[in-house]
């Protein structure tokens, strides 16, 4: 059983459009990321999320907005998508004091 | 702001030696230290993770140190394989929050 999945695995898309990206968690943790990795592997925490509550947000533009309807899922929504935007994200999760586990990435691909 | 760095960035071996890999970072108010795995295309493994009470962790081959006063972890990987090529990255988490180095790219010759 996958612990941390992501749907989608790839996503293309133009300029202008909006886009989600969803996560969920089978391992009963609290505490649930996203991360993006960009063209040069450099990975930066964007959000965290614990117990359903905001308490991460790393000056991410408003355009990115994720949102946590249970402990298990954490989604990333994007306004007006730029080609900056290009990049894989990650979403991660973690029991409180524990390692973080890591989703296999949405290779996010903005032309 | 903690800063992460990782040295070397790219590391090549022939099998069967072994491996160090270094990470240090700035602020020594560490929760713990975590190392990973990425394979080209891959999302994250998590190798070992060590708390900021412990000095060491040992998986099998691998052998991670943290010295927090001097703001250093030390990755060792005994008697390498081609299977153990890979991104080797070191995340230090303070609270809620993992920051991470850039990484050292591993190529392990047969």
């Known amino acids: 059983d996958t612990a941390v999945s992501q749907t989608p695995k790839y996503l293309v898309t133009q300029m202008g459009n909006d886009k989600s990206i969803k996560c969920e968690q089978n391992?009963?943790?609290?505490?649930m990321y996203w991360y993006k990795q960009d063209s040069k592997k450099f990975l930066k925490i964007m959000f965290s999320?614990?117990?359903?509550?905001?308490?991460i947000n790393e000056t991410v533009p408003n355009r990115f907005s994720p949102k946590s309807p249970d402990k298990a899922h954490l989604n990333l929504h994007i306004n007006s998508l730029e080609l900056g935007d290009s990049a894989v994200y990650f979403c991660?999760?973690?029991?409180?004091?524990?390692?973080?586990?890591f989703g296999p990435g949405t290779r996010l691909t903005v032309t | 702001k903690q800063e992460v760095t990782q040295i070397p960035a790219a590391l090549s071996v022939p099998e069967g030696e072994n491996l160090v890999l270094n990470c240090s970072f700035t602020?020594?108010?560490?929760?713990?230290l975590q190392w990973f795995r990425q394979d080209p295309g891959k999302g994250l493994t998590s190798l070992l993770l060590?708390?900021?009470?412990?000095r060491e962790q040992t998986s099998g081959r691998l052998n991670a140190s943290l010295d927090k006063s001097s703001g250093r972890s030390t990755l060792y990987i005994a008697a390498s394989q081609p299977g153990d090529s890979a991104t080797y990255l070191c995340?230090?988490?303070?609270?809620?929050?993992?920051?991470f180095g850039a990484g050292t790219t591993v190529t392990v010759r047969a």
């Open positions: 995340a230090v988490g303070v609270d809620y929050k993992l920051s």
């Open positions: 602020d020594s108010a560490i929760y713990n």
């Open positions: 999320y614990n117990n359903k509550e905001l308490i």
């Open positions: 391992l009963g943790h609290d505490t």
């Open positions: 991660a999760s973690r029991a409180q004091g524990r390692e973080q586990y």
């Open positions: 060590i708390q900021s009470s412990q």
